[in-house]
């Protein structure tokens, strides 16, 4: 299925000029990438228990995500609750699990699991989880279950909105809750780009949100090697736009095929640095570009600020050019940590 090529007003490149790449505004060719708005920035050419709930209206899928971690809240003997939470990519099902302080090990959370699978109709091919401070622990004991894959990523959506939605509600709610210190985030140095996976240049755009629902524009027969995230039709406006990144390159495939291999998380602007960052698997971080403007940086800021009214929608576009006729490559992300930060604000409006 083909899709329009993406309007330009003006464009900055290292290997193309503005006048080369522009294209009529009044394209009247069907939706997808002609709808995008954008502003274009320059690469950067100098890098160096309860039981399980299950909804019978979603098919079951094979990819699950787990989190085995202490909760915000003390019990009468001033140790804090470890629980297990699993479901699967599609939210067929939720299982929680509390678990005593004195089974916080591997060889407790691998029979846990299994019981949870021998009981399960669908088995896991994989099991996702994106929790750094217990990847010993959950690797140890996953990859002893026969016949599944232990991966660690932060590509876990369900689980994450799931999260969010129990320390809005169920925790604050529990008796000897308390309200937790923000973690630290790790210190991590970006990982430059190979050469030959760096476009020539890139725009910061848009898309409505309605693009990414049923009837939308977009789906998973025209995001060639890309992929789209699980969406709630009903959780954003339609009329919201979703930001997103788009890479221009000849060797456009190439990169689009390589993003297929790293566990695309999603894709953030950091402001103090000036860089454009992929954030991929656990914890790696791939520096995409430099911020050498105050233009550049003001378009990503309002990148950012647009991913806090979407709860960290956005998307990734990897093409040959502005005018091509389709993606190599369209990833539809979630930012977690934009979206924690979105949960955050809205509690402390309410509070």
Not at 14 to 39: G, T
Not at 59 to 64: E, Y
Not at 247 to 260: D, N, Y
């Amino acid at each position: 299925m083909g899709v329009t090529p993406l309007h330009i007003g003006r464009v900055f490149g290292i290997l193309a000029s503005a006048a080369a790449l522009q294209v009529s505004p009044q394209c009247s060719r069907p939706p997808f990438l002609s709808r995008l708005r954008q502003a274009y920035l320059v690469m950067d050419d100098v890098m160096t228990s309860a039981p399980v709930t299950a909804s019978s209206s979603v098919k079951p899928s094979n990819q699950w995500e787990l989190d085995f971690y202490s909760r915000p809240v003390q019990g009468p003997d001033g140790k804090k609750l470890w629980e297990l939470l699993v479901t699967d990519s599609a939210g067929s099902f939720q299982h929680v699990e509390a678990v005593p302080s004195n089974c916080v090990n591997s060889r407790e959370l691998r029979s846990r699991v299994q019981r949870l699978i021998d009981a399960s109709e669908v088995k896991p091919k994989s099991v996702r989880f994106f929790r750094v401070q217990m990847k010993n622990m959950i690797s140890i004991a996953l990859n002893e279950l026969p016949g599944v894959e232990c991966k660690p990523s932060r590509v876990t959506y369900r689980l994450s909105e799931w999260l969010e939605v129990r320390e809005r509600e169920v925790y604050p709610a529990m008796p000897g809750y308390r309200k937790p210190r923000p973690e630290p985030q790790p210190i991590k140095l970006p990982v430059k780009l190979p050469e030959q996976l760096r476009g020539e240049q890139y725009a910061f755009v848009t898309l409505p949100f309605a693009e990414f629902t049923p009837g939308g524009s977009i789906n998973k027969d025209n995001v060639g090697f890309g992929s789209l995230c699980p969406v709630d039709p009903s959780s954003l406006p339609p009329d919201l736009m979703v930001p997103g990144i788009a890479i221009f390159s000849k060797r456009s495939p190439a990169i689009a095929a390589w993003l297929t291999g790293v566990d695309l998380a999603f894709v953030k602007s950091v402001l103090e640095s000036r860089e454009i960052l992929l954030e991929v698997g656990l914890d790696t971080q791939y520096l995409l570009a430099r911020m050498r403007t105050l233009g550049q940086t003001a378009e990503a800021s309002q990148y950012e600020e647009q991913k806090l009214l979407t709860r960290g929608l956005h998307f990734l576009s990897v093409q040959s050019g502005p005018d091509s006729e389709q993606p190599d490559g369209f990833w539809l992300l979630k930012d977690t940590e934009a979206s924690a930060k979105a949960s955050d604000a809205d509690r402390a409006r309410r509070s």
